[in-house]
């Protein structure tokens, strides 16, 4: 199994989990929600995928690639589902989390 094609599961439910926990979030007594549980259920699921891949990949690559992949899909969640804006500074580090991606596969 291509270790970098699990990541991107990880990073899928763990961006799924945050949803669910930002949901929870706006609720009172959030930790006795469902979407909590559901949140904390899909973190322990991106743990799985994460102790496959650190087999087989140095844990800097696996750190940029999660740090990227969940800095893209919090974000989008925050634009397109929860109607959140983003500000210059936020624009600017996504984009050098994409410099810092390509330099770390330059030089691993």
Do not use: C, Q
Request: proline share 1%.
């Amino acid at each position: 199994m291509n270790p970098v094609l699990v990541i991107t599961a990880a990073i899928v439910l763990g961006a799924s989990g945050d949803y669910f926990l930002k949901m929870a979030s706006g609720k009172d007594r959030a930790l006795a929600t469902l979407e909590f549980g559901a949140g904390a259920g899909l973190y322990m699921l991106s743990a799985v995928g994460f102790l496959y891949a650190m087999r087989h990949m140095s844990l800097a690559t696996i750190g940029v690639w999660y740090a990227l992949g969940t800095i893209l899909l919090l974000a989008g969640l925050g634009i397109f589902v929860f109607k959140e804006e983003l500000s210059s500074r936020e624009m600017a580090g996504i984009a050098l989390a994409f410099v810092s991606l390509g330099l770390l596969s330059r030089f691993t």
